[in-house]
C-alpha cells in the first residue's frame, strides 16, 4: 500500500491561519468575497477590501497586531513606525504586545509633484538615531511604494529595518530585501470589463463602490466664518 501523500504542516498550518485571519477581517466588513466588483479603474473583480474599515474592531485588531508582534518577538525592536491612521492604529496594538516595549513613531504620506512622498515629524527625527531597530508596520501592501520610502527614510538616518509587518499584502512585490511577514497573502485578479468571466455568465456587476466615491461625499462640519 502507498501512504496517502500529506501536506507539510508548517504549510497546512499557516493555510489555516491565513483563513483565520481573513474570516476576522471578513467580520470586520472590509473584506468582500464572492462579488463583482466594478473598481475606480474601470475593472472588475471578484473580491473588495474597504481599507478604512479593516481596523474599527479594536479587539480584532489587538489580536492581529499581536500575532504580528508574536512572529518579531525574537528580534528586539526600539521603535514601530508606520504611515496612515490604519497602519497607526495596528503599529500600536503590535508595539503593546512586543516584549521588546517598542515605542510607536509615524510618518505622513503626502503627494509633490505626483509622486508619492514621506515625512518624519520634527519631534520624532531624535528617536530615530544610528543603530535604532525599526520595525515597520502597514495595514495593507498593494504597490510596496509607501513602504519602500519608509525603508529608505529609516536607512537615511542611520537606523536599521528589522522587518516589516502588516495585515494583508496584495503583491509579491520586493521590499528592500527586508523580511515581510504578513497576516494574508492574497491577491485577486481584475479582468478588463470584455474579457471578465464574471460578465460572460451574467452575474450581477456591483457598482456601489464606485457609485459611493462619486455621489456621496465624506460627512463634514466647518467652523462658522466671522459674521
Ligand atoms: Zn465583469
Redesign the pocket.
Known sequence: MTAVPRKDPVAVESEVREKIHLEILKRTGAYHAND?V?LPSGQ?TTEYIEKTLVTTEPSFTEGLGAVIAKHFAQWPVDLVLSTGPGALILSHCVARAHPSRPIVVYGSKGLQSGKRRVTLPVEFQRLIREGTKVLLIEDLVSSGTTLNLLINLVEQMRAQVIGIGCLWRRTSVELGGKSVFSLVNRDFPT?D?EN?????KG?P?NEEFVHRRHHRRPSSVQEPKDA
Request: aromatic letters at 8%.
Open positions: 463583482h466594478l472588475h479582468y470589463p471578465c468571466p464574471l460578465c460572460r452575474v456587476l
